[in-house]
């Protein structure tokens, strides 16, 4: 059974659905997880406050008004699950150097219920070096529905190193939890080729099936969609509505490899659904 750190932030703590969601995604993956939850005290990011009773007074009342909530929010998961391991960091530095530290664990998780992570989780999303899970509050029904959005014949990979990566993570998590996968590829045509739309797309088409036949996935079926990546996508995850999408985490150009690729900022900013984020 794959390990997953989750991130959350200490504002997400109010949050309802927080612990049954948590409880109903790692079951519903089979994964064994351990929480880290993350604040931030301003008179403990800098040494020399300490020389002040008052202030050092008034960061363990927010320390422990910390672990309060948590402990509340996570009383009935603790019971479900004993050996449930809850941590906590105070600082940005400290947040890294957990991570740093983690051994086994597979994967990472951010757990924000809705729009864009704060910028601290985003860049710690972009510089990961594992899979990244970005977790929402809505649960849905198992067996989960699983979406791999690729993009196999990119000007700035072409050998589609990173789909491969995709296509993996995305076979390797579906075959543990018994979950069912789906593939996905959109096709955009500018309004100034779109006389050439019947060629493109079926140069698209065949170049799908290319990858998947050299990769030795001919027996998974690509779904081929019209329109931009980000928009395309979200369309489909609410159609049918998808659990997962599983992409490439950084954009593919020569000066973005540590930046969040085009289509992931927007479906970032939506809510359907999880998302996975491949390295």
């Known amino acids: 059974m794959s390990r997953i750190c989750i991130i959350v932030p200490e504002q997400e703590l109010e949050s309802e659905q927080l612990a049954s969601k948590l409880q109903a995604f790692c079951s519903g993956l089979h994964l064994r997880f351990e929480i880290l939850v993350s604040a931030q005290t301003p008179s403990l990011q800098r040494y020399y406050l300490f020389d002040d009773p008052k202030l050092v007074e008034a960061a363990n009342l927010y320390c422990d008004s910390v672990r309060a909530k948590a402990k509340k929010s996570f009383a009935r998961l603790t019971q479900k699950n004993p050996s449930l391991k809850l941590s906590y960091v105070w600082k940005k530095s400290e947040l890294n150097e957990h991570l740093q ?103 698209h088409e065949q170049g799908v099936k290319r990858f998947l036949r050299d990769n030795g996935w001919s027996k998974f079926e690509c779904r081929l969609l019209n329109g931009k990546p980000s928009e395309a996508i979200r369309a489909l995850v609410k159609k049918h509505d998808f659990a997962i999408v599983v992409m490439g985490l950084s954009a593919r150009g020569l000066f973005k490899k540590r930046a969040l690729g085009s289509t992931v900022v927007p479906l970032l900013e939506s809510s359907d659904c999880d998302l996975l984020l491949v390295p």
């Open 101 to 203: 530290q983690l051994k086994d664990t597979e994967y990472l998780g951010v757990y924000c219920h809705k729009g864009t992570p704060p910028a601290l989780y985003v860049s710690l999303v972009e510089q990961s070096q594992r899979p990244v899970f970005v977790i929402r509050s809505k649960a849905k029904a198992e067996p989960l529905h699983v979406l791999a959005a690729i993009d196999p014949f990119h000007e700035d990979d072409a050998e589609a190193k990173l789909d491969v990566r995709v296509v993996k993570t995305s076979k390797q998590l579906c075959q543990a939890s018994d979950s069912r996968l789906q593939l996905a590829h959109s096709c955009y045509v500018p309004t100034f080729l779109m006389r050439y739309s019947s060629s493109i797309y079926n140069t």
